[in-house]
T-cell receptor, first 113, second 110 residues
């Protein structure tokens, strides 16, 4: 499968714990996005990488959230001290040209209990 | 005015019907436009790009009206498998992100 891959697919964690998600983009794509989606809403932008550089972060992004893309290939998204409001689907997408849109992975569904 | 506005629906249409959705955007500097399709509890999937000249892909036709700042999606001969949420998406100048609408839910009824 040469699509965008995300791991894990599901994560249940207790409030206050840290979680980390991984995204492996399509191999030739240098652009990588993280989004969050809750029920009934469209995906909400979190952050953007071009190669290893994080070029944009949402102003709404709490400092508990951090993302990396150390070698310009896979990326990780970490949430520290999780809160119930963090429960959502976390989506990763990749692209080689913004004008051609982006392709999404299947997402990681986070439940904070 | 919100960045992007879509009628959430639901649009309930019989099989074979033609249905159209609009999506308005507020940023006149928006550059690229897309329609995505999202099935329940699945990831969004790129359906088609939207060009000013209009573009067609089988039963789907997309149109961009820059003067009135909206895009449209027309689905002809609706199939049961077209039931999904349709998200309009655009890119803007000065930002790398793809901005998504909340989506329009379509249900095609036998």
């Amino acid at each position: 499968d040469t699509g965008v891959s995300q791991d894990p697919r599901h994560k249940i964690t207790k409030r206050g714990q840290n979680v980390t998600f991984r995204c492996d983009p399509i191999s030739e794509h240098n652009r990588l996005y993280w989004y969050r989606q809750t029920l009934g809403q469209g995906p909400e932008f979190l952050t953007y990488f071009q190669n290893e550089a994080q070029l944009e972060k949402s102003r709404l992004l709490s400092d508990r959230f951090s993302a990396e893309r150390p070698k310009g290939s896979f990326s990780t998204l970490e949430i520290q001290r999780t809160e119930q409001g963090d429960s959502a689907m976390y989506l990763c997408a990749s692209s080689w040209d913004r004008a051609r849109g982006a392709f999404f992975g299947q997402g990681t569904r986070l439940t904070v209990v | 005015r919100k960045e992007v506005e879509q009628d959430p629906g639901p649009f309930n249409v019989p099989e074979g019907a033609t249905v159209a959705f609009n999506c308005t955007y507020s940023n006149s500097a928006s550059q690229s436009f897309f329609w995505y399709r999202q099935d329940c509890r699945k990831e969004p999937k790129l359906l088609m790009s939207v060009y000013s000249s209009g573009n067609e892909d089988g039963r789907f036709t997309a149109q961009l009206n820059r003067a009135s700042q909206y895009i449209s999606l027309l689905i002809r001969d609706s199939k049961l498998s077209d039931s999904a949420t349709y998200l309009c998406v655009f890119t803007g100048a000065g930002s790398y992100q793809l901005t998504f609408g909340k989506g329009t839910k379509l249900s095609v009824i036998p």
